[in-house]
């Protein structure tokens, strides 16, 4: 299981760290070269070993237990999958494009969410941690702000 928060810089080729303690859970539990990098909607980016990723899908394709409810979000998930491994430093590389979507910039907020990993921009993250403490649970999207600048000011 994934716990555990950690702040680390991207470099220049787009490449992140995975904290160690995680990196052990991938390396003693699942294969680190069999990963699924994923940008669910909402722009939320998150890691998955392919087992869990294959069970996540197999649950939003399950018209009982669907997670999402529009059948386009849904094909959305797997378009927006990358195949991913961690290299022999622990890092993974995340594309310019789900950076950008996910308004990931320098810095990353790496999230153990117990069968997967969230990697999100901090503010970002302390942004929808003060709308779901306000009880706005329903805003799911990081608000357009002047210039495409992803910091809350």
């Known amino acids: 299981m ?3 928060r950690a702040i ?26 069999e990963l699924y990098l994923v940008l ?10 392919d087992v869990n990723f294959e069970e ?6 399950n018209p009982q237990g669907a997670l999402l409810p529009d059948f386009m979000e849904m094909e959305r998930v797997c378009a927006d999958a990358e195949y991913c491994k961690l290299d022999g430093s622990g ?8 950076r950008r979507r996910a308004k990931i910039d320098q810095e990353a907020l790496v ?4 069968s997967h990993i969230e990697i999100w921009d901090p503010a970002y993250w302390e942004w929808y941690q003060e709308q779901r ?10 608000p357009a702000l002047p210039n495409n600048n992803p910091k809350i000011t």
């Open 111 to 114: 999230i153990g969410a117990r």
């Open 40 to 49: 669910l909607p909402g722009n939320i980016l998150c890691l998955f070993p």
């Open 91 to 98: 890092r993974i590389v995340i594309p310019p494009e789900m």
């Open 8 to 33: 680390h810089t991207i470099n220049k080729d787009g490449r992140l760290s995975i904290p160690a303690k995680m990196r052990d859970i991938i390396e003693r539990k699942y294969s680190p070269e």
């Open 133 to 142: 403490r306000s009880g706005m649970n329903h805003i799911v999207t990081w």
């Open 56 to 61: 996540f899908t197999s649950r939003l394709y």
């Open 2 to 4: 994934f716990v555990g």
